[in-house]
């Protein structure tokens, strides 16, 4: 079992990416701190740190393509957002992923 499975993340970020970028109705969430997302982000990526999750105005009628650095926050986020009503995909951690950053 890899470290991505470990935390419900998932090692096909690239793959789960490209669907989002298809996906009519996703969002890209970055979860991870305003810091880390200001240096290098996944194109098209929208900023929530998870310690503001609670508070964010998110759309309900969206699908949530959540990462973060390593696959732990994005987990904590997917099972927040699960919880409460929201379609939501774990992509586990930006550490694995092969295409562009923004910046």
Same mark, same amino acid.
Request: hydrophobic content about 30%; proline content about 2%; overall charge negative.
């Given at each position: 079992?890899?470290?991505?499975?470990?935390?419900?993340? =998932?090692?096909?970020?690239?793959?789960?990416?490209?669907?989002?970028?298809?996906?009519?109705?996703?969002?890209?969430?970055?979860?991870?701190?305003p810091?880390?997302?200001?240096?290098?982000?996944v %194109?098209?990526?929208? =900023?929530? %740190?998870?310690?503001?999750?609670?508070?964010?105005?998110?759309?309900?009628?969206?699908?949530?393509?959540?990462?973060?650095?390593? @696959?732990?926050?994005?987990?904590v986020?997917?099972?927040?957002?699960?919880?409460?009503?929201?379609?939501?995909? =774990?992509? @586990?951690?930006?550490?694995?992923?092969?295409?562009?950053?923004?910046?």
């Open positions: 079992m890899g470290f991505f499975n470990i935390f419900g993340g =998932n090692n096909n970020f690239d793959l789960i990416m490209d669907e989002a970028r298809k996906d009519s109705s996703g969002v890209i969430l970055d979860v991870r701190t810091e880390e997302f200001f240096d290098g982000r %194109p098209g990526a929208v =900023n929530v %740190p998870l310690d503001s999750l609670e508070n964010a105005s998110l759309d309900k009628s969206k699908k949530y393509y959540v990462y973060c650095h390593s @696959g732990a926050r994005s987990t986020a997917c099972g927040y957002l699960k919880k409460h009503g929201y379609d939501c995909i =774990n992509a @586990g951690g930006i550490m694995s992923y092969r295409g562009n950053i923004e910046r």
